[in-house]
């Protein structure tokens, strides 16, 4: 897999322009609404990089997939079942070994299970990577590209 260049730019306070240049050169394009799209890429892309994973929202984008095309697959699947959860508990102070804890206790209760690589020291990873992300776009001025790299 290659990397995919992934650019976030601040269009003004409402709307950002989310553009994705794969390898090979194509690209994906879209503006946004960033109060309730931003955070949600965002949270996508520090968990599938801190868990090298392929089959998610970015590895499918890297390879050619459309951004509005459906993820199909378990690891898909695995990957939404921690990124809306960790999204909804990052309007409060989130401790790793709890989220992982909670998680696996929802997801039994659901008949299912946490995937494999939800850990505390990948969780602790992602809130970091998180952390960053979220200063970068908080620094990155008004008609300016915040700029990061997927690979895996």
Same mark, same amino acid.
């Given at each position: 897999?290659?990397?995919?260049?992934?650019?976030?730019?601040?269009? =003004? &306070?409402?709307?950002?322009?989310?553009?994705a240049?794969?390898?090979?050169?194509? $690209?994906?394009?879209?503006? #946004?609404? +960033? *109060? /309730?799209?931003?955070l949600?890429?965002?949270?996508?892309?520090?968990?599938?990089s !801190?868990? *090298?994973?392929?089959? @998610?929202?970015y590895?499918?984008?890297? !390879? @050619?997939?459309?951004? /509005?095309?459906? $993820?199909?697959?378990?690891?898909?699947?695995?990957?939404?079942s921690?990124?809306? &959860?960790?999204?909804?508990?990052? *309007?409060?102070?989130? =401790?790793?070994? +709890?989220?992982?804890?909670?998680?696996?206790?929802?997801?039994? =209760?659901?008949?299912?299970? /946490?995937?494999?690589?939800? %850990?505390? !020291?990948?969780?602790? $990873?992602?809130? !970091? /990577?998180l952390?960053?992300?979220? @200063?970068?776009?908080?620094? %990155?001025? #008004?008609?300016?590209?915040?700029?990061?790299?997927?690979?895996?």
């Amino acid at each position: 897999m290659s990397a995919l260049l992934v650019r976030f730019t601040r269009l =003004n &306070p409402t709307h950002h322009r989310f553009v994705a240049i794969r390898a090979d050169g194509t $690209r994906e394009v879209r503006e #946004f609404e +960033t *109060k /309730s799209l931003l955070l949600h890429d965002l949270v996508h892309f520090a968990v599938e990089s !801190e868990a *090298k994973l392929r089959g @998610g929202f970015y590895g499918t984008l890297a !390879e @050619g997939a459309d951004y /509005s095309t459906p $993820r199909a697959g378990s690891e898909a699947m695995a990957i939404e079942s921690v990124v809306g &959860p960790l999204q909804g508990a990052l *309007k409060g102070d989130v =401790n790793p070994e +709890t989220f992982v804890t909670r998680h696996r206790e929802m997801q039994a =209760n659901m008949g299912s299970q /946490s995937p494999d690589w939800l %850990t505390t !020291e990948l969780t602790t $990873r992602v809130l !970091e /990577s998180l952390r960053q992300l979220q @200063g970068q776009w908080r620094a %990155t001025p #008004f008609g300016q590209t915040m700029e990061v790299r997927f690979d895996v």
